[in-house]
């Protein structure tokens, strides 16, 4: 199960890159009057995240489950900026296509829809995963 957990972490981490991507590109780090998604919380996210996917890493190699706990308490606040950027994305959305979208854009408005629920249903999947695995749920 471990090894599910790293999978569907990468391939959340792959859908964040491309979010983080558009953001950047799209002026969000530059401009943060525009967006709705504040920069320290975005980095935040990113830079838990990533320490999250290290020490699971970590323990992957070295099997100390004291490591997967770590890891999965690492993805609590991860999520929870996570969620947190989805609820203030959500309004930018669903104005996109709306006469009383604002000018100019915000960043975020030039996610594609595809990947921010993928990147969701993955990240989902990875606490779930992450969680199991450091209960000791599945091991032989």
């Known amino acids: 199960m471990g090894i599910a957990a790293l999978i569907t972490w990468l391939l959340t981490a792959v859908g964040?890159?491309?979010l983080l991507g558009t953001w950047i590109a799209k002026g969000g780090a530059r401009q943060p009057t525009t967006t709705h998604l504040p920069p320290p919380v975005v980095f935040g996210h990113f830079l838990l995240?990533?320490?999250g996917l290290v020490?699971?890493?970590v323990y992957l190699v070295i099997d100390k489950t004291a490591l997967a706990w770590i890891a999965f308490a690492l993805l609590v606040p991860?999520?929870?900026l996570g969620f947190a950027m989805?609820?203030?994305?959500?309004?930018?959305y669903r104005a996109r296509s709306a006469a009383d979208a604002p000018a100019p854009a915000?960043?975020?408005q030039h996610f594609p829809i595809a990947v921010v629920?993928?990147?969701g249903v993955f990240a989902v999947t990875t606490v779930i995963l992450t969680l199991l695995t450091a209960l000791?749920?599945?091991?032989?």
């Open 16 to 18: 964040g890159f491309v």
């Open 49 to 51: 995240a990533v320490a």
């Open 55 to 57: 020490v699971w890493i």
């Open 78 to 80: 991860v999520a929870l």
């Open 86 to 92: 989805l609820v203030r994305w959500l309004p930018v």
């Open 106 to 108: 915000p960043a975020e």
């Open 117 to 119: 629920a993928g990147h």
């Open 136 to 140: 000791g749920v599945g091991e032989s």
